[in-house]
């Protein structure tokens, strides 16, 4: 039997992106999920406050079928941290909202 070298190269990426809101859109060909990181941030003008909403975006594309895989995935990775941490407690304000064929989960501070 020949042995078989591979060389494999894996990028890490620069940071961890902290998500608090998301929506997925999808077709018959794709899902599209994109996370969005919502920071209020205030600045000083001329001694008076302004808020701004900054807002950051990570989007994720997958086939159908992988974003089945990637729910089963989920939902037994949240099954266990729930036996080893508790039940995970959602804002009725959080709860995810169906609108055509849109979801969208509202902003969302958890």
């Given amino acids: 039997m020949m ?3 591979v060389n494999l190269k894996i990028n890490h990426g620069d940071k ?7 929506s997925v859109i999808f077709n018959p060909s794709k899902f599209v999920i994109d996370f969005r990181q919502n920071i209020p941030r205030i600045d000083i003008i001329n001694e008076k406050s302004h808020e701004t909403l900054v807002t950051e975006h990570n989007v994720v594309v997958m ?4 974003a089945k895989i990637f729910l089963e995935t989920l939902k037994t990775s949240i099954e266990n941290y729930e036996k080893k941490f508790g039940e995970i407690k959602v804002e009725r304000k959080a709860r995810v909202k169906e ?8 902003d969302y501070i958890g």
């Fill in 63 to 66: 086939d159908p079928k992988f």
């Fill in 99 to 106: 609108k055509e064929k849109d979801i969208v989960m509202s």
């Fill in 16 to 22: 961890a992106f902290y998500a608090n809101s998301i």
């Fill in 3 to 5: 042995e078989r070298r």
